[in-house]
């Protein structure tokens, strides 16, 4: 019995630990379930009743505690009605608690009764759903007893909407003219000549006597720069001899120099003095004295120097021979020439240079947008062109096929039999031909059919077979001059659902007037629904990427509507 009781004593402090520990997740368990029952889920709407197109304040409520999270509807959720907008969420603190509201905005463009479905609204991690709501969609009754009618007006040519083209021209004109500029400037332009070059032009000897001017009126003597002095000096006189007399009178020594003078008048190819020759030399010896010995001659007698190069330069001048004729008209042309060459090189750097940026041009822009890209646009592509025009998103026929093409389709007259018009009513509207290539079709049959058929004839609405209708536009190609047509058939549904066949493949045909044939593709649909065919035809050169993006394009936009036409009252 003492041990009995030595267990139970034993044994309880766990037992006990365990019963609080249960009730403690117990109570956690009822206050967070009173947290989530506690919570509040209602919605309402602003109105019942709608006009086609009208929105409606769709708003649902939530009133829960600060710390649960509120999810709330996300989306297209409210189908059949659309969601046009989701407002942000409204809160407001109510005591302890936080109310939630949100509204959206919702719509339907077709007339009827329609009920919002219930929406999931979660809480924490528990789901609460709102109730389902009834609409009405009204359409806009139009009293046509006081609706006054009118004729069916005439087509009416529509000018096309302008374009940013001159936007493009003027920035290219900009540019070009900047280039032209550029090249006026730096290559074409006649410019100002520099002392120096006008200096350069000067003919020899007036050449040297405007250095011997400068060289007076300079600072050599007075700042005792006998050196320089003597170089300037020596320069001019040798420069001048060069010029007139002696091609190597610059890098000849003193000695080389007047040895040379003195053959040239010994053999009487220069008419100078003996005295002149003397001068010559001594004053070019005494400029070596003063540039390599350091020779110092007074001021005085470095004057003089300059006075007997003035006057042996004159004597030099005088002793030549005046230019003949034709070598004052073999001058010119060589002048004539010089000119010529400038000329020329001044076109073949405008041309290379104009080259390399049509070249930097076509390679930039070929390396972004590619090069057949840009061949094209500065060529010219008919695809291309009508690939980046203005498109159109039209109706066309009844029930009206809804398409975008790049141009505007044109209604013509279709070629029934007589016998056949009392049975069916055909629409068509086309761009281009099957002989252009590139062409678009829509052709809308409706068969006649009774509204009351007499009494035991059967009252079931004619239907087409589709395949039997591919079958024989196939054959309407063949007598159109295609040939190697290869088939091809699959399921076809359009953007908002509606369902018919699609027939491709490819095809040759025949360029008008000559015996050559065009690769291209076709694509034909056909949509019946109930006495109504529906066909829509497109060709286009194979191998076009281009047009391959075109049709893409158009077969991405084809929605049929089955609207039925208002009867008119009387």
Known sequence: MNKKNNIIRNTSPMVSHLRSTILGLFSIFCFLSSLISSAQVTSEIDTTKIRIGEQINYKINVEADSLALVVFPEGQTFMPLENVEALKIDTTKREARFLLSRVYKLTQFDSGGYTIPRQK?????????????????????VDTTKQKLYDIKPIIEVEESGSDWWKWLLIIVLVIAVIVFLLYWFIWRTKPLTEAE????????????????KLDESQFLIRSEVKEYYSELTFIIRKYLDEKVYDRALESTTSELVTRLNLLKDGNQIPLSKETILHIESILQRAD???????????????????????AIDHVKVSLPEPSEEEKLLDQKYKEAQERKKKRAKIWITVGISLFLIIATFVGFGIKYGFSYVKDTIIGHESKELLEGDWVKSAYGFPPVWIETPIVLKRVDPQIPEEAKEKLNMTTFAYGTMLDVFSVVINTTTLKVPKQAPQGENTDNPTFDLLKVSEETIKGFEAKGASDITIKRDKFITPNNAEGLKTFGTLNLKVAGTDDFVNAEYALLCFSNENVLQQIVITWSRGDGYADEMIERIMDSIELKSEEPVEEKK
């Open 121 to 141: 609204i979660i809480i924490g991690e528990q789901p609460f759903f709102t109730d389902s709501l009834r609409v009405e969609v009204n359409t806009i009754e």
């Open 198 to 213: 006008e200096i350069a032009l000067l003919p020899p000897y007036d050449r040297a006597k405007l250095a011997l001017q």
């Open 289 to 311: 004295l003063v540039k390599f010995a350091k020779s110092a001659p007074d001021t005085a007698l470095a004057e003089m120097d300059k006075s007997t190069i003035d006057k």
